[in-house]
């Protein structure tokens, strides 16, 4: 068998297991056997076939995390379409932008008459467009667009190169860009976490769905990978601390892929009891690297657990990753499916660092789990992907034991007095500061030194003067403190949580 498509995975699970259970709904307690999976999504397919979306088409789904988003994708991909996942936590007019640029010929979106409104006027006239929840428009209802699935086109094989899925970076400037997917990127983006994470195949896999759906991992890593090993995946519809304690408890979960903030929130949580957690075998964490004094909080909290940090962008999914992080220095290896190199920053591909220098992370676009390309943006296309290598934007160091540490991104790095200063290394020493509870470092432009790092922080009970203190006490060299810091009461994030540097900038320099 050549290349597996995300069906393919799907219905050969069914045929492993028909009546093993699939998915559990977390508000209706359904549970979905694998079986009734394929039957339900190939009867919405054709539903979706009589109401005119065809294949090849692109069709946008802007939903959270419940069950109905998990049908609607797969059975859009199931009739051979092109699934656009879009962030439900955009703003209407935004979300309305993308489906216009992508020519979408139709969406499922939420029951919500802004974003029902944005969608209608962003594709054609009378094109299909079905809502979920709030079920007053019964013709409109994605739980009504059912069909025979006799008249769905058979399933066959697709192209490799062809586009399965359009995901959305987080936009920090601009709109998003829509990632394509290729049918070929699959089985690697599937397969890394049983090889890095020790994920074995069988009914054992309990998996709860904390990560978005409309996200590289909440799709591949979180619900695909757990229905390719024939495990069970447990909705969690929206992420609610306590609410995430209690299914693993309850449910016996086994596997967690989460991010940072997720395991702190949890921690928190008045019913968080680790001998409720000894069910959890395998916990990998991304998005962002997890605070020292988190994570060595979150080892006893899972006693049991083998812990993964995964780093990766939706473009190349994963390039590298860390095995058992606690306790140890924060070295990565690159990823099983990646081949990488480490550029010097500003030179051509080919102008590679030596081992100990600083330079950007390069990802070889040869891998299969790479995307092919920005949709509708040759520009930025052409800026990452460059000679066969895909540019992560991300500064790292190799080690001479071929390890790499990662350090900053390029566009964050801040140039103080002629020496390089990377926010990461700063932000690190400050949270761990019991009254910090978030903190963003930046450079702001200075007569003297060219850029003065500025700290902008969330905590309770504290000064600038003990922060100051707190970083001199530390192991950050002198040059890189803080120059000055700015307490607010939230940091600006964007709609998937990351934190807008450049609205922290504007901030500052407002005084």
């Known amino acids: 068998m050549g290349m597996q498509s995300v069906w393919d995975h799907i219905r050969l699970a069914a045929e492993r297991t028909p009546k093993g259970i699939a998915v559990v709904d977390d508000r209706s307690e359904r549970c979905v056997t694998y079986l009734e999976l394929v039957e339900e999504v190939e009867s919405a397919a054709a539903g979706l076939f009589s109401a005119g979306i065809q294949p090849g088409q692109f069709v946008a ?42 020519g979408m010929a139709g969406a499922i979106c939420a029951s919500n008459p802004e974003i029902l409104s944005a969608a209608r006027m962003a594709c054609p006239e009378g094109a299909p467009i079905f809502t979920v929840g709030g079920e007053e428009d019964r013709d409109n209802s994605f739980k009504m667009c059912r069909g025979n699935r006799a008249g769905l086109p058979p399933w066959k094989s697709p192209d490799p190169e062809g586009i399965a899925f359009v995901l959305y970076t987080s936009g920090t ?56 090993l024939n495990g069970t995946y447990f909705v969690h519809s929206a992420f609610e601390p306590s609410t995430a304690v209690e299914a693993i408890r309850k449910h016996k979960l086994t596997y967690i892929f989460g991010a940072p903030a997720q395991f702190h929130a949890m921690l928190a949580a008045p019913n968080f009891n680790p001998a409720d957690m000894t069910s959890v075998d395998t916990l990998v964490y991304a998005g962002a690297a997890m605070p020292g004094p988190l994570l060595d909080r979150v080892k006893p909290a899972f006693p049991e657990a083998a812990i993964t940090n995964i780093y990766g962008t939706t473009e190349v999914m994963n390039a590298l990753y860390m095995p058992d992080p606690v306790g140890k220095p924060l070295h990565y290896r690159p990823g099983f499916y990646s081949s990488i190199r480490v550029g010097r920053i500003g030179g051509s591909i080919d102008d590679v660092c030596e081992i100990g220098q600083e330079g950007e992370l390069l990802v070889d676009a040869a891998a299969d789990a790479t995307f092919i390309g920005y949709l509708n943006r040759a520009d930025a296309t052409a800026e990452k992907l460059m000679d066969g290598w895909y540019r992560t934007g991300d500064i790292v160091l190799q080690r001479p034991d071929g390890d790499l540490e990662l350090c900053g991104r390029v566009d964050d790095m801040i140039v103080s007095g002629g020496e390089n200063i990377h926010p990461e290394e700063v932000e690190n020493i400050l949270l761990q500061h019991e009254a910090v509870q978030e903190v963003a470092v ?19 009970g504290i000064d600038s003067e003990e922060l100051d203190a707190w970083c001199r006490g530390s192991a950050l060299a002198n040059y890189k403190r803080p120059r000055e810091y700015s307490f607010l009461d939230t940091l600006p994030r964007n709609a998937v949580n990351k934190i807008l540097r450049r609205e922290l900038k504007k901030i500052v320099s407002a005084g």
Not at 195 to 206: D, I, K, S, T
Not at 442 to 460: K, L, T
Request: aromatic share 6%; charged share 15%; proline share 8%.
């Open 173 to 228: 400037t601009g709109l998003p860009k829509g990632v394509m997917i290729p049918h070929r990127a699959t089985d690697a983006r599937v397969l890394f976490a049983p090889v890095q994470c020790g994920l074995r195949h069988g009914p054992q896999n309990r998996a709860l769905g904390l990560m978005p759906l409309f996200h590289a991992v909440g799709f591949y890593s979180a619900l695909l990978t757990t229905l390719s």
């Open 61 to 102: 789904t802007i939903l959270p995390n419940v069950l109905e988003h998990i049908f609607a994708i797969l059975a859009l991909h199931r009739l051979g379409t092109i699934v656009c996942m879009i962030n439900p936590r955009l703003k209407p007019e935004e979300a309305g932008d993308l489906m216009v640029d992508a």
């Open 442 to 460: 930046i450079g702001v432009p200075d007569d003297q030194w060219s850029e003065r790092v500025v700290a902008c922080v969330v905590a309770n």
